[in-house]
């Protein structure tokens, strides 16, 4: 039975605005699931198999709403375009590679590795159009222990000829193959329904995924109004369609009843905000890659204070790392840019608030994810922030704080525990 | 002697549109300085001392042309007001602080060491008003290696009244009192005169110090143009200048025949832009700070391509980390938001352009600094980036940008020469 107590400094969101602290606290971990922070240890679990993180920072895992993993081999590079120009010329290019399963488990055994070693302990990844390729990399994802969900992409139309499906019914059934393929086969990974985005898909082929979506039940993650070209063309394809979102939900791929993330969402318009509130569609927020394709700055402001599901992705590559905590930093920094360079009515974002986004705030694309009140799965990660030293006091918020700035999670991150496993 | 050669794989701005390539090339060191770069290496050199780097990226030092030591400590912390609040609440409570030695000490041990293993070779740095913390401080970074330049702070008006120096007279005999106390005593680690910004300084106290800089030739650092408040506030303060730099140029402290370095020019106009290229005022471009403290978005390309004098600056605390690769990554990112947001006139920045500014742009401010070509000061940095595994081929170009991107000064940092000297 995975049922332990950890000792340490505990932070985690309560709520957006609201960020609890506990020093010398202890976690309870029971059947995977938390129990509850207490200063205490309660005399019920005082026979639990203790680890001792005391004077250690002890933090939910964080959870990456939106990352491609084959583009994880060329991040950092080619960051000289925009958004259309670039898929065309590094991620289209390196997609096609993986149809090549030799290519793809070397590429994916580093992203893998990568993931495992970060502070994500829950990710939403793409995958590429080949199956087989998308099974390996649902491997090896399941093997590092952190929970995934993780989607074969599908692309009928406007792709280049060597990286495109051969019509809407080959795509759908391939996907359906392997949603049967590999049913029952994982534990901690999960297939998600990913049309790319809606230039590179048919409405016929739309149409096929909501279906498949509906009949497996399956969740459903994409792109939305990311980029100003990229919108253009979706009214060009989709007249039909008031906004870009309209047309995901005309094939029922916008939420309710299943889940749906979409990411960005730069220019999303009132319209689309409040049909996305409707059916309960989460927000990934990728602040790194819509600086870096020069898409723009995300109104999150708006989206928080309107009560959407929100969370935080990475983007890999077109954010150059699955640091969650760069992620984090350059949240704050974007919002500060929106309230000085384009709508000063628009505050920007608190610490509690980008804190809540990276836990809580996209934990709930996994259920109950993100937090150590009862109940909530438990991941955790353990730092030991004294290793970057100070010669100050400094109370429990402002070390979390300093943590996240200074890019703890590559200099002092000691333990990951994910759903009650320790994998790190 | 240190005479020497480097062999790797080396890469080195030229000038801001053209960085040189070798691969398995040869680096040679006389005395200090780079005797240039070879493909094979010349017969004069072939009995010098070898260092092997092979298959390592061997690149120019970094040039830090902003930073405040005594703010290290509270890097990454108090990121929720703007400027002018900011230094009430954060920074002069901590700057206070070093009038105590023993804390100094403390502080800048912490300080000196972080500079030491970062990939700064260069930086020039704000002290405090003290003028033995200052000296201390000086001495720190003496030991590590590094070259800079080090000032103490005047502020003779509207500051704390624990964090003020008691007039102007007293504020301009204790720098000249600093200057002969550390002449002579110091390799690499010069005095600046250093006025923190017009609205600490009264008219009587910058006439002193540009007087001081005169007479024992000494350049000069401050601030400049930063955020809006603290425009409007120079504006009431010195209602006679036409701009905020003409201040300081009024008293001598802006540029020829003294070199000069301001930190910021978010906000400058068409006229102190005009003013800062004639006297060769240098620009030190913080972008981590002017997000963090919402000041906004430098125009950088502006900057450019009207040839002004321009490198970064780390500055930290506004700037919350002194790696000088994520402040590359910033300077790129923020000329593409520019562009998108505020100018669409204004090109995104290019690598190559940003690899120029961390290095021979802002490596102008110590004389020839920043590259290898022949005649410069010998700074360099090696990095094992190949740990950083990929799973495709790289060209040296690309192992660069990624290097950058991916913060390989953290990670792979393998030496670190600073004027012919192996720090590190």
Redesign the interface.
């Known amino acids: 039975m995975n049922n332990f107590v950890l000792k340490g400094d505990v932070a985690y969101s309560v709520s957006k605005n609201k960020t609890a602290y506990a020093e010398n606290a202890y976690i309870i971990c029971i059947e995977g699931k938390s129990a509850g922070v207490y200063r205490d240890l309660p005399e019920q679990y005082a026979s639990l198999p203790m680890k001792d993180y005391t004077g250690k920072l002890i933090i939910p895992g964080l959870v990456d709403l939106h990352i491609h993993a084959p583009q994880f081999?060329?991040?950092?590079?080619g960051?000289?375009m925009e958004l259309l120009d670039w898929l065309n010329a590094y991620a289209f290019p390196?997609e096609t590679?993986y149809a090549d399963l030799t290519?793809a488990e070397?590429?994916y055994d580093?992203f893998a590795?990568a993931m495992k070693k970060s502070a994500t302990t829950r990710a939403c990844a793409f995958s590429t159009i080949h199956k087989d390729a998308t099974v390996l990399l649902m491997r090896k994802l399941e093997n590092t222990g952190i929970v995934s969900y993780v989607g074969k992409v599908n692309m009928d139309r406007e792709s280049p000829e060597s990286y495109i499906e051969s019509s809407a019914q080959a795509s759908a059934e391939e996907t359906e193959r392997w949603i049967h393929e590999t049913a029952g086969y994982f534990n901690r990974t999960y297939p998600i329904i990913t049309p790319r985005f809606v230039p590179s898909c048919t409405p016929e082929l739309l149409s096929s995924l909501g279906e498949l979506s509906r009949r497996y039940a399956l969740p459903v993650q994409s792109h939305l109004s990311e980029n100003r070209g990229e919108i253009e063309w979706v009214k060009e394809l989709e007249p039909d369609s008031a906004f870009y979102g309209e047309v995901y939900d005309k094939y029922g791929l916008f939420g309710d009843p299943q889940k749906t993330v979409m990411a960005h969402c730069v220019y999303s318009t009132d319209d689309e905000m409040e049909l996305m509130k409707e059916r309960g569609v989460f927000v990934a927020h990728c602040p790194?890659s819509n600086?870096?394709v020069?898409?723009?700055?995300a109104p999150v402001r708006k989206y928080l204070d309107n009560d959407l599901n929100i969370g935080l992705g990475s983007d890999v590559a077109g954010g150059?790392?699955e640091s969650l905590f760069t992620t984090m930093?350059e949240t704050?920094?974007?919002s500060?840019?929106y309230?000085?360079?384009?709508d000063s009515s628009m505050k920007?974002l608190?610490?509690e608030e980008v804190f809540f986004l990276a836990t809580k705030g996209g934990g709930a694309f996994f259920g109950k994810v993100g937090s150590f009140e009862k109940g909530y799965e438990f991941d955790a990660l353990v730092f030991d922030d004294k290793t970057i030293?100070?010669?100050?006091p400094?109370s429990l918020s402002?070390r979390l704080?300093?943590l996240?700035?200074?890019?703890g999670d590559?200099?002092c991150m000691q333990a990951k525990y994910v759903k009650g496993l320790k994998i790190l």
Do not use: C
């Open positions: 081999a060329y991040r950092g590079l960051m000289d390196e590679k290519y070397k590429a580093i590795n790194a600086m870096n020069a898409s723009g700055i150059h790392t930093v704050i920094q974007n500060k840019l309230w000085r360079t384009i920007p608190k610490f030293a100070h010669p100050q400094l402002q704080e300093r996240v700035y200074l890019g590559r200099r």
